[in-house]
């Protein structure tokens, strides 16, 4: 019933002018005319600018927030070997399940060498560190197990709570090698 006065009033509105009071939306184009007649205006074109700029936001967001649009994802490739940023381990990285990462636990393998004598470093202390930097959170800090082979490790629960831009830094302790070393490696989910 008072959707039909509304609809009444509007219609009457569009020939008289007036909009007021009929929960017409107002145009957030910042046109913002106090004028009657501009009211009209206004929420007309605000709908149509509305409808129009959303399709263009979606278009926009998927092209510019994309993983594949964003710089910082580094490709991830199996058997590629990158140097701890203290220059004591060599972090082989091994294969993802689901590869790529997705949304949920997955499970990334890795194998550990000591720079210095090029063999694979066993007893150590892997943990690791996912972080979203775009929203300041992380999940959780899994510590891996040692696989049969020495050198090899494993992560069964290295959890992205939701899609977007990861940075998971590698902690390893391990013993013989003069400290702990650290590597951060990138991962993106796609929406
Ligand atoms: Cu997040």
Redesign the pocket.
């Known amino acids: 019933m008072k959707h039909m006065t509304c609809w009444i009033l509007l219609l009457g509105s569009l020939l008289l002018g007036v909009t007021a009071g009929c929960g017409v939306r107002s145009g957030r184009s910042g046109g913002g005319g106090g004028g009657l007649a501009a009211d009209d205006d206004d929420s007309a074109a605000a709908d149509d600018d509305d409808s129009a700029a959303a399709d263009d936001d979606d278009d926009d967001s998927a092209a510019l927030e994309g993983c594949a649009a964003d710089e910082r994802v580094e490709e991830y490739v199996v058997g590629e070997e990158k140097l701890g940023d203290e220059g004591l381990v060599l972090f082989r990285m091994g294969s993802l399940a689901p590869s790529p990462v997705d949304v949920g636990d997955n499970d990334w393998q890795l194998t550990l060498e000591g720079v210095d004598a090029g063999e694979p470093l066993s007893g150590c202390a892997l943990m690791a560190t996912p972080w ?1 930097p ?2 300041g ?1 992380g999940s959780n800090n899994p510590t891996a197990i040692e696989g049969p082979v020495a050198g090899d490790y494993e992560f069964t629960e290295l959890a992205f ?2 899609p ?1 831009y990861w940075e998971v830094t590698l902690l390893a302790d391990c013993p013989g090698v003069g400290g702990a070393d650290t590597l951060m490696v990138t991962f993106c989910i796609d929406d």
């Open positions: 979203m775009d929203h959170h709570i939701m977007g």
